[in-house]
């Protein structure tokens, strides 16, 4: 059987289907266990400064701005409350938000985007606002994502442009799905992914060889290594990557270990030509043998159908008869 090499996924995230990595021929049974979510990105909005362009925020509280903030992520948002008539508001407000599979793009800046607003400089009669921009700032969170900072925090000012004002935003951020254990399979999320990469293909699925603390060690093999064949095959590549960076799309369990067993035996008993023999002989008699026992089966289908009507209706008498006796005059 020649060996697949497109994804049989239509997904966000599509690795080569390689058969020696999944379980009998099957598609990789873990790879939407996420349920399309990435991880989880806690986001803190402390406080701000100097948020009035104009240059009567000196005093804080006297100042003409009453600021809002708007927090993007890619494919969410998110507004802080207002805090009226303040140059130097104080939030103290959380976010949760959602980073999604399939609106990253590979190889490029992860940004949660600041805008903030002066909420009093135009109001809605039903209730909303859309202010005057005070300027807007980006984070670029993938050194949290991809664990090159050794933190799960980002505590940062952000600057806002234009105008002159900052925002202090605390990013703490969770991944979400199966930690990766020996001999998994494992596949680059979307921001960890190069597809510029000259070794290893955006697509490769990866196999986890060791594991140490937050770091694994994980194997793979180039195009030229799979061409190669016999003595002149090349070894296996092995790459250090962050546990952050990848999340697991198959598991071998000693579950499966059983069932290959059984199945293999099964397959070579199957295999032997007095047994292939037999089972081709019978055949015929086994497709004669459906054929007859199909009215005996609808038969015995529709008397089960009859049987529980009629129990349903013997119930609803009794039902009936109950409720005339002890029923009230």
């Known amino acids: 059987m020649a060996a697949r090499e497109t994804s049989p996924f239509q997904a966000a995230d599509a690795p080569i289907w390689r058969p020696e990595m999944a379980v009998r021929q099957n598609p990789y049974r873990y790879l939407d266990h996420q349920k399309g979510t990435i991880g989880i990105l806690d986001i803190r909005l402390i406080d701000g400064r100097d948020l009035d362009s104009t240059g009567r925020g000196e005093s804080g ?12 992520v890619p494919a969410e948002e998110a507004r802080s409350s207002v805090v009226p008539r303040n140059a130097h508001p104080s939030w103290q407000e959380r976010f949760t938000m959602n980073l999604k599979k399939g609106v990253l793009q590979e190889g490029a800046p992860v940004l949660v985007v600041f805008q903030a607003l002066d909420a ?17 700032g980006s984070l670029d969170i993938l050194p949290l994502l991809n664990g090159s900072r050794g933190s799960h925090v980002m505590d940062e000012w952000v600057s806002l442009s234009p105008g002159p004002g900052r925002l202090h935003v605390v990013v703490e951020y969770e991944p979400v799905g199966m930690v990766p254990e020996m001999d998994d399979v494992v596949f680059f999320e979307a921001f960890a992914r190069s597809p510029r990469s000259l070794v290893l293909p955006a697509n490769e699925p990866m196999v986890v060889r060791a594991v140490s603390g937050a770091y694994l060690l994980v194997g793979f093999r180039t195009p030229t290594a ?32 059983a069932w290959h067993s059984v199945i293999d035996a099964a397959d070579m008993v ?23 026992a199909r009215p005996a ?10 049987a529980r009507l009629a129990m349903r209706s013997g119930m609803a008498a009794l039902g009936g008869a109950t409720s005339t006796v002890f029923g009230d005059d």
């Open 120 to 136: 009093a400089s135009w109001r809605s009669p039903l209730g909303g606002s859309k202010g005057r921009d005070l300027g807007s």
């Open 270 to 292: 199957q295999a032997v030509p007095p047994v292939r023999w037999a089972k081709k002989q019978l055949q015929p008699y086994a497709k004669y043998a459906q054929v007859l």
């Open 226 to 257: 799979r061409q190669a064949r016999g003595p002149e095959a090349a070894p296996e590549c092995r790459l250090r990557v962050h546990r952050q960076t990848v999340f697991v799309i198959e598991r071998h369990t000693l579950l499966d270990a």
């Open 61 to 72: 509280r006297s100042a003409s701005v009453s600021p809002q903030v708007i927090i993007r």
């Open 297 to 306: 089966l609808t038969s015995l289908h529709v008397t089960f159908a009859a």
